[in-house]
């Protein structure tokens, strides 16, 4: 099951992308201008190519500076002026198409790891059934293993399988192919064919072994799925925990679908406003992340060191309900995980010296039980 730290991990990551993306952006929109001063090759005038770059130049220095907000004289010249108004235009075009579609993908990667789950769940009933329909198998113990069938008998499973568009019809050559290769030839699975008297734990531990080892193991299934989904290194422990519950459910007759959130729609509303706050991040909080930096400019930081602090103040200052200690421990752990060996140590110190000053000012109010200490 989901929980508060992998939705940040799913939120850094894209604010991650999101800044790349603007770094892109910003040299789109200098390209923009380079293009905007080129000669026209359609024209019938005569091309002065020196004028054409001197003008490239300075609207690259106007650009420049007003983008950093620094304040310079407008250009007489008109083409200058509309080259770099056009140029900044694009860019907050380009900015908001990327920030929005990042925003919309995490939700998407999230609800995700219920589709990989489902699948997985799928996968082992399509293993069960290739086992049975093989003549040269003596699939007895297939057949009659509760465990499978409480997996494809459940009616919650069906119904979210056929929700989520769960089907492996168009990969059946694929699932084929693994049956054969990773299935069929493992020793494991033939001694569990061929134990004349299996109990109900000899028939629960096969199928966690066909999960755990040969699914999600080392094996070409396990990198099906990391093809599928970049962050499949994140995501493959959520999926294995949720599997791991779904399988001690088992009670002799029926086994319980796995949530991937307790409560879905509170989560989705953490991603959004949290991405949304961190990724638009206010000028004096920034402000407030330069001042104490000591002797790093800011842009100089690693740029997971610098997403990872806008989450933090982002969240210090809009969820009253998750005290702060919590917040400056979870984005330490992020730091440590992500960034660079130091980045641990600095986060750390940046964010206890930050919260100080905004409960100071007034900025963080928590609200409820057990957070009356964090004023």
């Not at 066909?210 to 999926?239: C, M, Q, Y």
């Not at 130091?342 to 100080?356: C, E, P, T, W, Y």
Request: charged share 30%; with cysteine; proline share 3%.
């Amino acid at each position: 099951m989901l929980n508060r730290r992998t939705l940040r991990i799913k939120i850094m990551q894209s604010l991650f992308a999101f800044e790349q993306c603007k770094e892109a952006d910003y040299e789109l929109a200098l390209d923009h201008i380079s293009e905007f001063f080129k000669p026209d090759l359609n024209s019938m005038k005569v091309q002065d190519k020196d004028l054409l770059k001197d003008q490239r130049g300075v609207a690259t220095k106007l650009f420049q500076k007003r983008f950093k907000g620094t304040k310079s004289a407008e250009s007489s010249d008109p083409r200058i002026t509309q080259s770099v108004d056009e140029a900044l235009s694009l860019y907050a075009k380009l900015k908001k198409r990327d920030f929005d579609h990042f925003r919309k993908n995490i939700v998407g990667e999230v609800q995700r790891i219920q589709e990989f789950y489902l699948a997985i769940l799928n996968l082992v009933i399509l293993f069960a059934d290739s086992a049975i329909s093989d003549k040269k198998l003596a699939a007895g113990n297939i057949k009659a293993n509760p465990l499978i069938a409480a997996i494809r008998n459940n009616d919650d499973l069906k119904k979210q399988s056929l929700q989520a568009t769960i089907s492996w019809g168009q990969q059946a050559d694929k699932v084929r192919d693994w049956f054969r290769d990773c299935i069929k030839a493992d020793k494991e699975f033939k001694s569990y064919l061929e134990n004349p008297q299996p109990n109900e734990e000899a028939h629960r531990s096969f199928v966690k072994y066909l999960i755990r080892k040969l699914i999600l193991g080392n094996t070409p299934i396990n990198s099906h799925f990391e093809e599928e989904d970049l962050r499949w290194a994140e995501d493959h422990e959520i999926v294995k925990s949720m599997l791991d519950k779904t399988l001690k459910s088992f009670d002799g007759s029926d086994i319980t679908i796995q949530k991937l959130s307790m409560d879905w729609e509170e989560d989705k509303i953490f991603i959004e406003r949290l991405y949304k706050v961190a990724g638009e991040l206010e000028q004096p909080y920034q402000e407030m992340i330069a001042a104490n930096t000591r002797n790093w400019e800011v842009d100089r930081l690693p740029l997971t060191d610098r997403v990872i602090l806008h989450l933090a103040i982002a969240e210090l200052i809009n969820f009253p309900n998750i005290p702060v200690k919590v917040t400056i421990n979870e984005y330490i752990e992020l730091a440590k995980q992500y960034s660079t060996p130091k980045s641990r140590q600095f986060i750390n110190g940046i964010l206890d010296v930050i919260a100080k000053e905004l409960m100071d000012s007034g900025k963080i109010k928590k609200s409820g039980r057990g957070l009356l200490d964090n004023k």
